[in-house]
Structures are given as C-alpha cells and as structure tokens.
C-alpha cells in the first residue's frame, strides 16, 4: 500500500497529544503483545484513546490496549504505548510507524520497544527475555521499508545509518541490571516478518540458517524510523512461545499461546525496565 505521510500529518498528532498531557515525556516505551500491564506502574497519568489522536494508526489484536500513557515511570517522564499497530493490519509501513515520528515531534529522544517474540534459538524457552543485539529486516529487504517514499529531510537523512541500531549503552545497562536483580536475559538477533501467519517448519530451519534468534511482525519498523530521527533505540523481545523446526502431531503456535506467556513475561519485564531507567537516571544518559 503506497501511502507517503507529511510532516504535517505527524505535527497534528504531536500538538492534539501536546494539548493532552501535563509532561513533556523524554522517554518513550512501546508495550507489545500482552505486555500492556507494566503502564499501570505510570504515575499521574494522562491517557489518551489512540482514536482520538489525528491520524494515528489503531490497535486491532487482542493483546494490544490501544491507549497513550503519558506520567512518571523511575523518576521519567514518560509516554508508553499500550500495544501498536501491525503492517499485517492493512495500515502502510509509514502509518504503522507514524508514532515514533510523533514522539520524536514531542520531544522524545530515547525508545525503549519490546514485542513478544517466537524463540527461534532452540535455548530460548517460553517466559525469558531476550535483548536485541541487531536485527534481520527480511520485510524490508523484500521492499517494505517505512522510509520508502520521499525523504523529509527535516526529520532525517535519506541514507541513515544502521550499523548499531540498536544503543550499546543502553543495552550495557540492561546487562548490569538484568544480573544485579537475577533476571535470565539472553541476547539476540530478532527477525521481522510481516505476519500474520505463524512460520512453517521449513521457515524456521532458514530463519536459524540466516542468524536469527527471534522471530516477530513488529518492532523492526519503528527502530528504523527511530534511527532515522537519530533516536537511542533498546530493544527487548519476550519469548512467548518456541517455534518448531519439525512439524510435531497435536503441537501448532496460536496467539493464545503468547498471550499467556506474556503473563509470565511481566514481573522480569517490568522490573528489568524499571532498573534500565533508574541506571539511566544515575549515568545521565
């Protein structure tokens, strides 16, 4: 779908939410599939319904509030989204990743995304976490990217650069975290696909034979768009479910499935996020 969004667009959504919260937020949190509850630890919020903010893309997956949370997380002002929209949705790469341009319109200078993710490095099991080293963007390579189209230059180049996508600070931090509080965290490539189907046996045997860990139909997008901004990026995959490189009688992948690992995800996520922004805090990043 060729849809090529202005600056215009992106700046309505900006003021209409400006309009609407109490804080500038410096931070912004992007909450996948399940993983909504770890808003609920904002402190005087403000929340806003994503159809109220122009143009902004909806939440249509179960899993995926669709609600801005805009307060006080660790000491931060913070806005996070509850769930986000998908390409698999019919929305267009730029709307899909229309709020990152819109929290960087805001203000906002670091991202900090998490998804729940199939493990496709056969360690990884159902209820740990994984920390986004790089990223495979196959969607994008197949010509999905969300910076096709004309360049606005006043937001970014046209040839960014990609070669730490993701801030080796940042992700500094979340090792010393993760080992100061005891939280298993492995680390890995993730991998976009565009969904909405589950991966076939023989996906999976390639997915490992390219190098990727995890696998998932979000994320890699937004990070982009991010990058582009020359935003820090931290990204976070919860393991929701082990995808199978051999088909196995009576055994299939279902939403239902990373819906209640996302349940178990929680507590590890949200105290790993939590001790990611008191180091931030500390270190003055």
Same mark, same amino acid.
Request: proline share 7%; charged share 20%; hydrophobic share 45%.
């Given at each position: ?15 209409f939410?400006?309009a609407?919260?109490?804080y ?6 992007i909450l996948g599939s ?7 630890e904002?402190t005087d919020a403000?929340?806003i ?6 143009h ?6 179960v %899993? ?11 000491g931060?002002p913070v806005?996070?989204?509850?769930g986000?929209?998908?390409y ?9 990743t ?5 929290m960087?319109l805001?203000?906002?200078e670091?991202l900090?995304v ?9 360690a990884?099991?159902p209820?740990e ?10 969607i994008?390579m197949? %010509? ?6 004309p360049?606005?230059?006043e937001? %970014? ?9 993701y801030?080796p600070?940042?992700r ?7 080992a ?6 492995h ?6 696909l ?5 991966e076939? /046996? ?5 997915l490992r ?17 991010a990058?582009?901004m020359?935003?820090?990026?931290? %990204? ?10 051999? /088909?196995v /009688?009576?055994?299939a ?9 996302a349940?178990?995800?929680v /507590? ?5 996020i939590?001790?990611?922004l008191?180091?931030?805090?500390d270190?003055?990043?």
């Amino acid at each position: 779908m060729d849809e090529f969004l202005t600056l215009e667009h992106f700046n309505e959504a900006a003021e209409f939410i400006r309009a609407h919260i109490k804080y500038q937020p410096a931070i912004g949190l992007i909450l996948g599939s399940g993983l909504s509850p770890l808003a609920d630890e904002v402190t005087d919020a403000d929340v806003i319904a994503y159809h109220k903010i122009p143009h902004f893309p909806l939440c249509g997956v179960v %899993g995926h509030a669709g609600r801005l949370v805009v307060g006080r997380l660790e000491g931060w002002p913070v806005l996070v989204m509850q769930g986000r929209a998908h390409y698999y949705e019919g929305y267009s790469m730029q709307r899909v990743t229309l709020p990152i341009r819109v929290m960087h319109l805001l203000g906002i200078e670091t991202l900090i995304v998490t998804n729940a993710a199939g493990g496709v490095n056969p360690a990884f099991r159902p209820g740990e976490l994984m920390l986004i080293t790089d990223h495979i963007n196959l969607i994008g390579m197949a %010509g999905l990217n969300p910076l096709r189209g004309p360049n606005l230059d006043e937001l %970014g180049p046209r040839f960014p650069d990609m070669s730490q996508a993701y801030d080796p600070q940042l992700r500094q931090l979340a090792l010393e975290v993760a080992a100061e509080e005891g939280i298993p965290l492995h680390q890995g490539v993730y991998i976009c696909l565009a969904g909405p189907s589950f991966e076939t /046996p023989a996906d999976i045997r390639f997915l490992r034979l390219i190098g990727a860990d995890a696998v998932g139909m979000s994320t890699v997008p937004e990070v982009i768009v991010a990058r582009h901004m020359n935003m820090r990026v931290l %990204g976070i995959s919860g393991i929701s479910n082990v995808t199978l490189a051999e /088909p196995v /009688p009576g055994q299939a992948s279902s939403h239902e499935e990373v819906l209640a690992a996302a349940k178990m995800l929680v /507590p590890h996520l949200a105290a790993l996020i939590k001790g990611i922004l008191r180091r931030m805090k500390d270190a003055r990043l």
